[in-house]
């Protein structure tokens, strides 16, 4: 089903009615201690990258700066699923001056039924060529986040992603997000990639994996190599800088979609990948909303104490095991949907 929101953003883009350089450039100069956490924590696939979907995350345009989000025509959010929950339970409904919003189609169910007539779907998809000899070089990102990646999570996705690599792939690793500067607490999970390496030793037993740090990563000819991104539970982010960089950059993805999108909205944003858009909602996800009202974000927390990174959170705690919950639960659906 399309609706307005989709014909009137295919137009704007069209006719480059998207330049917001100095909407981004105060948001730059204007950071929110919040922007200014997660974007550390997240780093780097928080980064910016060149985009005509003004591609931001909520926590940036919300709070103090929420002014801003009205400045837009449209938006694509990066959320993933504890900052959209959050953001749609602060906004449950759009006003006539609110932007479109772009947001992942794998949370196309976390979209409430009032604003959907003002929400795109995004997928993000390789247009380039697919050489019939693969490349032997695969690299792998992982954010290694007890959150993100939970280790059975990350077992079911190595177990798929085995199905597409040979004897002879040479696998690379690079590690992404969770960083210490924006760490919300330390505790006894600070070792969890640690415990995210040592399973995918176990599981790729034959392979020698190498690490890859930012240098080594940046010098590396992607154009040479294929690349899975494992974020199963896309608890923080659905965007990330790095698959975009990737793409640009050559790479391939390691699990190709045949999907056909002939009758759909594609837009370019390199020679070797765009966006897939479109309105196929899932059906909505019923929250409780009074157990929303009990949990509920706390924007207040920002302001608690400014100068205490480890004080300024997206949410309480218990509103981010709520947000876990539903991420597993989307990820089992996805499974589901697999077999």
């Not at 906004?91 to 009032?114: F, G, W």
């Not at 991104?229 to 793409?247: G, V, W």
């Not at 999108?261 to 858009?277: E, V």
Request: proline fraction near 4%; charge should be negative; charged fraction near 25%.
């Amino acid at each position: 089903m399309k609706t307005m929101a989709l014909e009137s953003l295919k137009d704007l883009i069209e006719k480059n009615n998207y330049s917001c350089n100095d909407v981004y450039e105060y948001l730059f100069f204007n950071k929110t201690k919040i922007a200014e956490k997660y974007n550390a924590f997240l780093s780097p696939d928080s980064n910016i990258y060149n985009s005509p979907l003004n591609p931001l995350f909520s926590y940036e345009i919300d709070n103090s700066n929420k002014k801003i989000l009205k400045s837009f025509d449209y938006v694509s959010l990066r959320d993933g699923v504890l900052p959209l929950i959050s953001f749609f339970y602060e906004n449950p409904a759009p006003q006539k001056i609110d932007p479109v919003l772009i947001v992942d189609s794998r949370l196309s169910s976390l979209v409430p039924l009032e604003w959907r007539e003002r929400v795109v779907l995004r997928n993000i998809i390789h247009t380039g060529n697919v050489q019939v000899s693969p490349q032997k070089k695969i690299v792998l990102f992982v954010s290694p986040d007890k959150f993100s990646t939970p280790l059975t999570c990350l077992e079911s996705e190595i177990f798929k992603l085995k199905n597409h690599i040979e004897n002879d792939d040479k696998l690379y690793v690079l590690f992404s997000s969770v960083n210490r500067k924006g760490e919300e607490e330390i505790s006894e999970e600070d070792a969890w990639g640690y415990k995210v390496f040592q399973l995918m030793l176990n599981k790729f037993k034959d392979k020698e994996i190498k690490v890859l740090d930012w240098k080594s990563y940046r010098n590396i000819d992607l154009s040479e190599c294929r690349y899975a991104f494992i974020n199963p539970l896309k608890f923080y982010f659905t965007d990330s800088f790095l698959e975009h960089d990737a793409l640009q950059r050559g790479c391939i993805p390691l699990v190709v979609s045949d999907h056909k999108f002939a009758s759909d909205f594609i837009l370019k944003i390199s020679q070797n990948h765009g966006f897939h858009l479109h309105q196929n909602f899932e059906p909505v996800h019923i929250f409780n909303n009074q157990m929303l009202d009990y949990l509920r974000p706390s924007s207040a927390l920002e302001n608690s104490k400014m100068n205490d990174f480890s004080n300024i959170k997206l949410a309480t705690n218990e509103f981010k095991d709520f947000a876990w919950d539903i991420s597993l639960e989307l990820f089992s659906k996805s499974q589901e949907v697999l077999c």
